[in-house]
């Protein structure tokens, strides 16, 4: 009743509001990256980075960060639909289920975000707050935000009032309402933008996103949610008359509900009461004054706080208790704009975080540890020419882990036990250069070197279960557990250009062909002690392409991207399990005025053998969507957006939620049809 009355509340605020203003209808084809170095437009970066804009995620209408990441090539969600199970695959790294999460990088407005427990999802974020997300496919450019990126990395940033507020306004106020028909889901977002006097800017925004079930195409219910996910978002921003600035962010994400699925990633009938709590505290100051290019300073106090509890779930004491991730950190990072011309820009940074891994009571399989990890990189992008840009980068990346009572599998040994801490170093240099043949054709390449350093989770793990059967027994700890090595090589070629089809046309191309060779695997090894519970266990090789392709004439609009992608073990020859479809996706869209857009979109996936030999089956779903500017009248302003996912009811299952097991598979089934509408308005 209480989530009711909330969601009750934002509907009435709305309806109270006053008459705004219309907007115009975009369409973006070569968009800004902001993540990879020095801004430039997609086309010019010589590196696999795709950008989703705010415009994107909104006609999206995503209910989860998956929603968002799945229009780009290379990428696959590798847990479930779940707004509680978001996981990654990137590149074919990424199971869902430990052991990668540390292989692909989350950052929230420049915060590394990380959690890892059983099934229990590693990302906890509503997209509805967040402006741009950009995926780097790949580790060549994980220099400026952490070591150890085999798959890639997902940068997101969150509004700010500056995109609320117009010229002149002082107040604004941002409503929007929902309602999703699978998940069952109710919707409301407000925002608050407000400028006291120039210089500075506050933005305070809610969302309520009320749960319901969800179904698969057969009608059958995935994931039986009953519940309210209030997220909240403060920014203040001071711009000080001089050249110092300074901005506070905090965002949180709450949800507490008895009753709900144990089991995030693969669903099932067993139930557990559970509160997840994400937190993003961050503190910028920053320095850059005008007459002197040297300088644009940042100085980031940070804490990041992940943090899941479970109780009344079938299983007790092994499921059941609080566990989190909490770590606080400091960065000073300049950018320099060597010689004032633009022609050579140097970022460098230095860091210390120290996170602590909790687990209340404590656990075998999620021992308690802290870890304090130094960095310090630096990239150089050097203009050489008006045809060669180069770019160098190396990060240096410490860590040091030290146990905190850890324990022995309940039934196999006595509690608590001691082990030594251990540290890791590693050294991540990279290259890549982009030619300018014409002012039409760029071709680029790349090659980094990258090294994932172990987690106390692998270190100090003593619980060995095979997955998909019973608990096997006791494991070691693996104080001998070595980094993960990779070499990964990109090169491609981009074109952008105009009148290329006929006069007034626009188009852009990308394609990338790479190759991810990964020494040293780090897996479970399903053994008994003196066995240690994680090990590394394979050399693999991953080599894909990727294609982007935008087209915008007049009113319409397309874009299309191709995924393929293989990867073996380099010893056996056997197929990895954690690739992903070869897919490719195609978006046509038509905007017919300033008040209306259509557009069709399709993926359509082949089939993709696992390495047990099952097949799993391809897969062709098209989805809808519209939007409506009202350009008179009393809904004059507002943005009415209407969607269907699915738009067939296909059933089917991802590649990529698919997992092997020693005595059964596992999958996660995708969503069925998903009508979506909402509607919003600033005043």
């Not at 509340?9 to 170095?37: C, K, R, W, Y």
């Not at 074919?92 to 959690?115: A, F, N, P, R």
């Not at 699925?261 to 503190?283: H, K, M």
């Not at 890791?424 to 090294?451: C, H, K, M």
Request: net charge negative; glycine share 10%; hydrophobic share 35%.
């Amino acid at each position: 009743m209480a989530r009711k009355c909330l969601f009750a509340a934002s509907v009435a605020a709305s309806i109270v509001a006053q008459t705004g203003f219309a907007q115009e209808i975009e369409i973006e084809l070569d968009p800004i990256v902001v993540g990879a170095g020095q801004d430039k437009v997609a086309s010019d970066v010589p590196q696999s980075v795709s950008v989703v804009n705010e415009e994107t995620i909104a006609n999206l209408q995503a209910g989860s960060l998956s929603d968002i990441l799945l229009t780009v090539p290379g990428v696959s969600n590798a847990g479930s639909s779940s707004i509680f199970g978001q996981s990654f695959n990137i590149r074919g790294v990424g199971t869902g289920l430990g052991s990668t999460e540390t292989s692909i990088y989350t950052v929230l407005d420049g915060q590394k975000k990380y959690y890892e427990s059983y099934r229990q999802g590693s990302v906890f974020i509503d997209p509805e707050l967040l402006k741009s997300v950009e995926i780097l496919r790949g580790p060549g450019a994980s220099t400026l935000y952490s070591s150890g990126a085999m798959g890639g990395g997902v940068v997101m940033e969150t509004k700010d009032a500056s995109d609320f507020l117009e010229d002149g306004d002082n107040f604004v106020y941002f409503q929007k309402l929902g309602y999703e028909s699978n998940p069952d889901t109710l919707l409301s977002t407000s925002i608050l933008a407000f400028r006291p006097q120039e210089g500075f800017e506050i933005l305070a925004g809610l969302t309520l996103r009320d749960l319901g079930e969800t179904k698969d195409g057969d009608g059958n219910v995935t994931f039986a949610n009953d519940t309210l996910v209030p997220t909240g978002l403060l920014k203040i921003s001071r711009d000080f008359s001089g050249p110092s600035s300074l901005e506070f962010s905090a965002m949180r994400l709450y949800n507490s509900e008895d009753n709900q699925p144990l089991d995030q990633i693969f669903g099932g009938a067993n139930r557990a009461d559970v509160e997840t709590i994400d937190d993003t505290f961050s503190l910028t100051y920053g320095y850059n004054p005008e007459e002197n290019p040297l300088l644009d300073l940042s100085v980031i106090l940070s804490n990041t706080k992940t943090e899941k509890t479970l109780s009344n779930s079938p299983f007790g004491g092994a499921f059941d208790g609080n566990r989190f991730y909490d770590t606080n950190a400091l960065k000073i990072e300049n950018i320099s704009d060597i010689r004032g011309d633009g022609s050579i820009y140097l970022t460098a940074g230095i860091g210390v975080s120290e996170e602590e891994r909790f687990s209340d009571p404590a656990s075998a399989s999620h021992q308690k540890y802290d870890t304090r990890t130094y960095e310090a990189y630096a990239l150089g992008e050097f203009m050489v020419s008006d045809r060669l840009d180069v770019t160098i980068g190396a990060r240096l990346e410490r860590k040091e882990i030290t146990p905190v009572d850890l324990v022995t599998p309940a039934g196999f040994g006595t509690a608590p036990i001691t082990s030594s801490p251990v540290s890791f170093t590693g050294f991540e240099p990279q290259i890549a250069a982009l030619y300018r043949l014409n002012d039409n054709w760029n071709v680029f390449g790349s090659i980094a070197r990258v090294e994932r350093l172990p987690t106390g989770d692998e270190i100090y793990d003593q619980f060995q279960q095979a997955f998909g059967g019973p608990p096997i027994g006791p494991g070691a700890i693996n104080l001998n557990l070595q980094p993960e090595k990779g070499v990964n090589l990109e090169l491609g070629a981009s074109f952008s250009g105009f009148d290329v089809l006929q006069s007034g046309d626009e188009m852009t191309l990308k394609g990338t062909v790479f190759q991810n060779k990964i020494d040293g695997r780090i897996g479970r090894t399903l053994g008994n002690a003196p066995t240690p519970s994680f090990d590394n266990l394979q050399d693999v090789t991953i080599r894909g392409l990727e294609l982007e392709a935008n087209y915008g004439f007049e009113q319409f609009f397309a874009n299309a991207n191709l995924t393929y992608i293989e990867g073996s073990d380099d010893a056996t020859g056997a197929t990895m399990d954690s690739l992903q479809n070869n897919s490719v996706q195609v978006t046509l869209g038509y905007n017919f005025s300033e008040a209306f857009v259509a557009q069709i979109s399709g993926t359509f996936a082949k089939s993709r053998a696992k390495a047990n030999g099952t097949v799993v089956p391809g897969y062709g779903v098209v989805d809808l969507a519209t939007v409506i500017r009202p350009q008179s009248g009393p809904l004059e302003g507002a943005d009415i957006r209407i969607g269907i996912d699915n738009l067939f009811d296909k059933t089917y299952v991802p590649a990529a939620h698919y997992v092997t097991g020693a005595t059964t598979d596992q999958f996660s089934v995708a969503d069925g049809r998903n009508v979506k509408i909402s509607i919003g308005k600033t005043f």
